[in-house]
């Protein structure tokens, strides 16, 4: 007996459903949360969330990249060894109350806090172009690039053109783009410009339909590293683009945050960017890695956590909340898109419940509707916390930072969001410095003058269609 078409369009509908559910739960890495939000999706949008899990849920990486990932990590242990042997004589000298911040950066990262380095803050207007422009021209043996976005705008057309002079002067020029953020200067003639000019220019991450059988096309590159001869290293939330930001102009201006250094910390930067530059090239340049700096160029003591989904999913979290709870007087947070796993959002909740003056800044109008929604939806909890929300107005604050008590201080690309924290690659840069973290707080309170404190009792009694949207939006926070 035949059965009717609707039974096995039924039958094969679960059938699906129970092995998507049982691959989810077999996981071995995301969090129970996510696991949570995938199966509700699974379910209550048929065959529409089996799709999108096996489009963005399913394998992180592709074999290929794990298997680069693991070749430069076998290789870069015995460069770790020799930098520790000639950095052995500039120790950092950290406060033990909040070593601990650090011993567990070390603990799950490849780095050491490193001492005698010295920071330059970035935070405002064309200041990171000139200044980056300038030790471009200054080069005279490598420089390296590696961004998210490069536009082929009026700042992505003046990197073009230095770039190029450095390459035709002698210097060995490599410039790494993500796929996607950087597909429009991929397809322009800047792309054609710049090779013919001398310039390596590699797509990081390819985006083609036929590569979702073997890895997610949504896993980018986010990190923003410039490295110059070894010695001058850039990093920071800023791409390669005018803050008027031609593709979301709707926003502009973009507010970012860069650091430039100098000292023994910029030799891990430079790892970083020849991990990626391997994982993408198959080339290895490791000689580069053969000379370290041992010369004290200030006193600010410094490490470089680069994280990704090669890495352990929960690196960056233990990090931040390890920092929350070894706030103790005042702890400010800036970031574009918060939207964090439930464990860091307790955390930063118990920081402003024992009395630590706890603040978090973020833009007013998010280019992404969705991960603004799903903010929102987190608002409520932090306020009866007593979490001091503010709004900044003045454009997209773009800016990833925090300050503990004035002297731990974080500058990096990495979002307080699930895409940031678990999925794309991000570097960030964790120091402990009372004059640079007074400096960064600054910055910080320049973004707060700008912006609106959030009504609390306004938010609090909002009406249910906004609750309901920005509840529903909050749902899909795993997975975001």
């Known amino acids: ?29 995301g969090t129970s949360d996510s696991r949570l939000a995938w199966i509700t999706l699974i379910v209550l949008l048929p065959l529409v969330g089996a799709v999108i899990y096996m489009l963005f849920g399913g394998r ?5 990249r794990r298997k680069q990932h693991l070749e430069s990590h076998r290789r870069l242990p015995h460069f770790r060894r020799a930098a520790r042997e000639v950095l052995a004589e500039i120790q950092p ?41 300038m030790d471009i021209d200054a080069a005279t043996e490598t420089v390296h690039l590696l961004t998210y976005i490069f536009l082929p705008d009026e700042v992505g057309t003046r990197f073009c053109d230095r770039l190029i002079a450095a390459a035709q002067r002698g210097v060995q020029v490599r410039l790494l783009v993500d796929s996607v953020g950087s597909k429009a200067m991929l397809r322009s003639p800047l792309r054609t410009k710049m090779i013919n000019g001398g310039v390596q220019v590699y797509e990081m991450l390819p985006a083609k339909m036929l590569r979702m059988a073997i890895s997610r096309i ?87 956590i680069g994280t990704g989904p090669d890495c352990g999913i929960d690196t960056l979290q233990q990090i931040l909340r390890t920092c929350f709870h070894a706030a103790r007087d005042e702890l400010i947070l800036t970031t574009p898109y918060y939207v964090p796993d439930a464990a860091t959002e307790v955390a930063l909740r118990g920081t402003a419940l024992r009395g630590v003056r706890t603040v978090l800044i973020v833009p ?103 609750r309901l949207l920005g509840n529903a939006a909050g749902l899909l926070s795993p997975l975001l």
């Open 93 to 133: 000298n950290i406060p033990d109350r909040l070593q601990p911040i650090f011993d567990i950066a070390g603990a799950i990262s490849d780095t050491d806090v490193l001492g005698g380095n010295a920071l330059q803050l970035f935070g405002r207007g064309e200041e990171f172009t000139d200044g980056a422009l």
């Open 218 to 304: 949504d896993l980018r590159n986010h990190r923003k590293l410039l490295i110059i001869d070894n010695s001058i290293g850039w990093a920071g939330s800023r791409n390669i683009a005018s803050p008027a930001f031609a593709v979301k102009a709707a926003f502009a201006p973009w507010v970012d945050c860069t650091i430039r250094i100098l000292g023994p910390a910029v030799h891990d930067l430079q790892m970083l960017f020849l991990e990626d530059w391997h994982a993408t090239t198959d080339q290895e340049h490791d000689y580069l890695l053969n000379t370290v700096s041992n010369t004290v160029a200030g006193d600010a003591n410094l490490q470089v």
């Open 364 to 466: 007013r109008r998010n280019d992404s509707r969705l991960v603004g929604l799903a903010s929102r939806s987190h608002y409520a909890g932090l306020i009866r916390a007593g979490v001091e929300l503010y709004e900044y107005e003045a454009g997209l604050l773009h800016a990833k930072t925090m300050v503990v008590d004035r002297e731990v201080f974080m500058v990096g690309s990495a979002n307080l969001d699930r895409r940031s924290l678990e999925l794309n690659f991000e570097v960030s840069l964790f120091g402990w410095c009372p004059q640079f973290a007074s400096q960064l707080r600054f910055l910080q309170m320049s973004y707060l003058n700008e912006s609106k404190p959030v009504d609390t009792a306004r938010w609090l009694q909002q009406p249910w269609t906004r």
């Open 60 to 64: 992180w990486i592709s074999r290929k």
């Open 1 to 29: 007996m035949n059965l009717p078409v609707e039974l096995l369009l039924i039958a094969s509908h679960i059938g699906v459903v129970v092995w998507l559910v049982g691959e989810v739960l077999l996981r071995q890495d």
